[in-house]
């Protein structure tokens, strides 16, 4: 069974930039037909879609968040990752990865979630 | 933000049957987009839950049935349980945002 595991600082100060890291155990990143996905929840509030990567290096974001945020891959290391810029205190949050199979446009494994605090 | 739109929260006592509502638009659920729904436990990952509006994984118990026409979706779950007491997310693609879109949640209590 797949899994995630999402790793970085759990703190960044106000206008730097959030990278974080999903480690993918159990199959490769490498296999057709999913996507592999960001998502953030502020605390105490609801889910927010980040953007995802696909098997093929497309990308797609929120349009919110689309002039800050960067998803990318390494097939090599088996993992994916993801950069949002210019953070402020709105992006603390937890982040999730997850993959979505590009049939089904569901998350079906998730990680357990990494908090991130925006804060100087 | 979120474009899908769910009560804050239902009740029922253990062995009711509540249902959660999930209200879209034509850009989203009324295009034909499928929903899926997925629990939250507290201090947990959400794990999905219904897939393709009305498909349950494997291990997810048939006490929970879904249900998807026009533009608004619905989760039900029958024979309540304590277990059951979390946070409920529906979730589709939405073209005007090219993307896929969270309900706002909601919390189920069991009484």
């Known amino acids: 069974q797949m899994q995630f595991q999402e790793s970085g600082p759990g703190l960044v100060k106000p206008s730097q930039t959030l990278s974080l890291t999903c480690a993918v155990s159990g199959d490769s990143i490498n296999t057709g037909g999913f996507s592999w996905t960001w998502i953030r929840q502020h605390p105490e509030k609801g889910l927010e879609w980040i953007g995802h990567?696909?098997?093929?290096?497309?990308?797609s974001y929120s349009p919110s968040l689309k002039s800050r945020v960067s998803i990318s891959q390494d097939t090599t290391k088996n993992q994916f990752s993801l950069r949002l810029s210019s953070v402020t205190a709105a992006d603390t949050a937890v982040y999730y990865c997850a993959r979505s199979p590009v049939v089904l446009l569901a998350f079906d494994i998730w990680g357990q979630g990494a908090m991130v605090t925006v804060s100087s | 933000q979120s474009v899908l739109t769910q009560p804050p929260s239902v009740s029922g006592a253990p062995g009711q049957r509540v249902t959660i509502s999930c209200a879209g638009s034509?850009?989203?659920?009324?295009?034909?987009?499928?929903v899926h729904w997925y629990q939250q436990l507290p201090d947990t990952a959400p794990r999905l839950l219904i897939f393709?509006?009305?498909y349950r994984p494997s291990r997810v118990p048939d006490r929970f049935s879904g249900s998807k026409s026009g533009t608004s979706a619905s989760l039900a779950i029958t024979g309540l349980q304590a277990e059951d007491e979390a946070d409920y997310y529906c979730q589709s693609y939405d073209n005007s945002l090219s993307g896929s879109v969270f309900g706002t949640g909601t919390k189920v209590t069991v009484l």
């Open positions: 034509s850009s989203n659920i009324g295009a034909g987009y499928d």
């Open positions: 393709d509006n009305t």
């Open positions: 990567i696909n098997y093929l290096g497309a990308t």
